[in-house]
Structures are given as structure tokens and as C-alpha cells.
T-cell receptor
């Protein structure tokens, strides 16, 4: 059973398009996250939701919009894609936001903008 | 503010030799410290964490890490490295008063046979 799953695994699209990445966790966790890993492997938090409430909203372009329909799902919608958006996007979850508990990561979605 | 530094981009060791991956941190409060490993084309996997108590923590796959408050360090160690330990290792810190987990830049470990 996959704990944190993401779809799609690969996404190739052209500049200017709008795309979404979906994330689901079956761990019963309250908190979910989106991270961006760039080509140099730097990992940066983008957003976090705790039980459908936004608790972390880093400085990212407003073309990026997270949506959490319920605490098991956190989707990432990206408008007007740019070349610089090419990266691997990771979803993660943890039992609570902050605190002592570790995060569980999905397999990643490799986004390539051409 | 919180931050993590991993001073080595790469660590190369021979199989069977000890492996150390260095990490130093900066927080305003007390730190919660974590190590994760990323294999090629995979997500991050949790290895171990320090929350409080014993400064030496043991984790998955024979890894351990030592918390040193005076040196603000949390180095990852394995007494005898395996070729299968070759991967990208991330140190991460969370201040006790922060939701965010801040990651270091990562250290690529290569274990040669």
C-alpha cells in the first residue's frame, strides 16, 4: 500500500499551459506539504495544510495555488507555466504540523516545461 | 530563523569503511533534527531524528547520529558503509516554535566496492 502517492509521475508541458498535480495520503495524517526540488537538489517548502487549513505559505508566485478538498488530499495547480517551474515537486504528510514527528514523502512529480 | 548547513557536497568512501555525513544547524529555540535519504528518482525516506534525551540516536539501515549542542552539530554516521548506501542525504531542522522543516543542501554519498 502506497502511503503518499502523487499523480502524475512525469509531466511534460509547454510554457503558458495550466497543469495540476495531485497528492493523496492514506496514513490518516492531519498535515500535508508541497516541496519543490530544483535541478541542484535544493528542497524548498512551498505550502502546508493542516486539516484543510493553510498554515505555511512561502514566497512563491501566485501562479501556484494549493487546494485541499479534505485532509487526505492536497493538490497543486500551476497557471501560466514558465521554464523556471521545471523541477521535481514532492508531496509529504505528517501526523501534525510542526512538532516532533517526521514527514513522509511521496515519490515526486517531475515537471518539465518546454 | 532556522537553517542547516551540510558543508560537503560529496562524500566518497570504500565499502566497509566508516561513513560520516556532516550537518550543523542554527535555531533560535531548541532544535528538532532529522536525517533523510533520497535514492535516485525516489522520494525522501526518513532515517532518524533527535528530539530530546540521549545525544546518540539510532535509526534505519544501521545509521546513527550524534547531537552536539555546543557545536550545534548533528552528524550522521555508519560504522561500515555498503555500496547500497550510495544516495543523497539531507539533514533538516525544525525550531520548536516553527511549523517549517528547513533542509540542508544535501550530501551525495558514493560508496565504492
Amino acid at each position: 500500500d502506497t502511503a503518499v502517492s502523487q499523480t502524475p509521475k512525469y509531466l511534460v508541458t509547454q510554457m503558458g499551459n495550466d497543469k495540476s498535480i495531485k497528492c493523496e495520503q492514506n496514513l490518516g495524517h492531519d498535515t500535508m506539504y508541497w516541496y519543490k526540488q530544483d535541478s541542484k537538489k535544493f528542497l524548498k517548502i512551498m505550502f502546508s495544510y493542516n486539516n484543510k487549513e493553510l498554515i505555511i505559505n512561502e514566497t512563491v508566485p501566485n501562479r501556484f495555488s494549493p487546494k485541499s478538498p479534505d485532509k487526505a488530499h492536497l493538490n497543486l495547480h500551476i497557471n501560466s507555466l514558465e521554464l523556471g517551474d521545471s523541477a521535481v515537486y514532492f508531496c509529504a504528510s505528517s501526523p501534525i504540523g510542526g512538532g516532533t514527528r517526521e514527514q513522509y514523502f511521496g515519490p515526486g512529480t517531475r515537471l518539465t516545461v518546454t | 530563523a532556522q537553517s542547516v548547513a551540510q558543508p560537503e557536497d560529496q562524500v566518497n568512501v570504500a565499502e566497509g569503511n566508516p561513513l560520516t555525513v556532516k550537518c550543523t544547524y542554527s535555531v533560535s529555540g531548541n532544535p528538532y533534527l532529522f536525517w533523510y535519504v533520497q535514492y535516485p528518482n525516489r522520494g525522501l525516506q526518513f532515517l532518524l531524528k533527535y528530539i530530546t534525551g540521549d545525544n546518540l540516536v539510532k535509526g534505519s539501515y544501521g545509521f546513527e547520529a550524534e547531537f552536539n549542542k555546543s557545536q550545534t552539530s548533528f552528524h550522521l554516521k555508519k560504522p561500515s558503509a555498503l555500496v547500497s548506501d550510495s544516495a543523497l542525504y539531507f539533514c533538516a531542522v525544525r525550531d520548536t516554535n516553527d511549523y517549517k522543516l528547513s533542509f540542508g543542501a544535501g550530501t551525495t554519498v558514493t560508496v565504492r566496492a
